[in-house]
């Protein structure tokens, strides 16, 4: 219950305040669903706390629909969070909300294999992993160094 209140309340600071700069701001084409009533649309841009520049020498693979594998070829340890980005019609507009799947520590040289788990067949939202420079665990509000936005990949999972 934790982890969703606050992927809900770090969805609600992305949807508000100022807009951040282009580079943290990646329109959507894809109609999403809204958490709202049904017959209503909510178009929401992405903007996230965070840049999506990454970091020099991690990387993030989608192996197929319902796994990632996150690497961090550096040689130093790093905290991630995996979030999908849920559009949602609030009292105040669109935004988007964040849905966390995955959340751990990354040690240096090591590969990560990440469950995209409830957001497997939700291609209509965008996924992303953040980073930390420190430890950051399950209650962690500190704002992440870098992130990427994962590129989906079409493979079934258990297909080869």
């Not at 809900?8 to 282009?22: D, E, H, Q, R, V």
């Not at 990632?68 to 969070?81: F, K, L, M, Q």
């Not at 067949?121 to 994962?150: N, Q, S």
């Amino acid at each position: 219950m934790r982890r969703l209140l606050l992927g809900i309340a770090l969805g609600l600071i992305a949807g508000c305040g100022s807009t951040p700069p282009a580079s943290v701001t990646a329109p959507l084409n894809n109609a999403p669903r809204s958490m709202s009533a049904p017959s209503s649309t909510c178009e929401a841009p992405l903007r996230l706390p965070f840049s999506l520049d990454g970091i020099p020498g991690i990387t993030v693979v989608s192996r197929d629909r319902a796994t990632i594998a996150i690497t961090n070829g550096t040689d130093r340890a790093y905290s991630y969070r995996v979030a999908g980005w849920e559009p949602a019609s609030l009292d105040t507009g669109c935004a988007r909300i964040e849905l966390e799947t995955a959340r751990g520590p990354i040690g240096a040289g090591r590969t990560v294999n990440a469950t995209l788990s409830y957001l497997v067949d939700r291609a209509d939202i965008p996924i992303t992993v953040a980073f930390w420079d420190a430890p950051c665990g399950e209650a962690c509000t500190a704002t992440p160094i870098a992130g990427v936005l994962v590129e989906r990949s079409p493979i079934e999972p258990g297909q080869s």
